[in-house]
Nanobody, 126 residues
Framework: QVQLAESGGGLVQAGESLRLSCAAS????????VGWFRQAPGKEREFVAA????????KYADSVKGRFTVSRDNAKNTVNLQMDSLKPEDTAVYYC???????????????????WGQGTQVTVSS
């Protein structure tokens, strides 16, 4: 099994940046596809970004495309989500998720993921 822990959340003003990290423990992370999802109060959890096992394929929700960047450092067993030009509507709890997959494409559906972190709160004030 793999355990996931998100970090890097916080309170920022609109237009500022945050960098979230997803650290894996329990086994090597290098053969996992990883996704980022978020859930705002009163809303369903939604897809944000995903990266395949090698880092060669990434996908983004339309709402974050051009502002968020997902990357991975398999040597450090981490996946990062760089969030720039944050907006109040980005306020949510952000979760990372993982599954063993050496497919070429990133996975965008939460039902495909086996492991989840506890989440980190991101709050963007206007």
């Amino acid at each position: 099994q793999v355990q996931l822990a998100e970090s890097g959340g916080g309170l920022v003003q609109a237009g500022e940046s945050l960098r979230l990290s997803c650290a894996a423990s329990g086994r090597a992370f290098s053969s996992d596809a990883v996704g980022w999802f978020r859930q705002a109060p009163g809303k369903e959890r939604e897809f944000v970004a995903a990266i395949n096992w090698s880092g060669g394929n990434t996908k983004y929700a339309d709402s974050v495309k051009g502002r968020f960047t997902v990357s991975r450092d398999n040597a450090k067993n981490t996946v990062n989500l760089q969030m720039d030009s944050l907006k109040p509507e980005d306020t949510a709890v952000y979760y990372c998720a993982a599954r063993l997959s050496t497919l070429l494409f990133a996975i965008t559906t939460e039902e495909e993921y086996d492991y989840w972190g506890q989440g980190t709160q991101v709050t963007v004030s206007s």
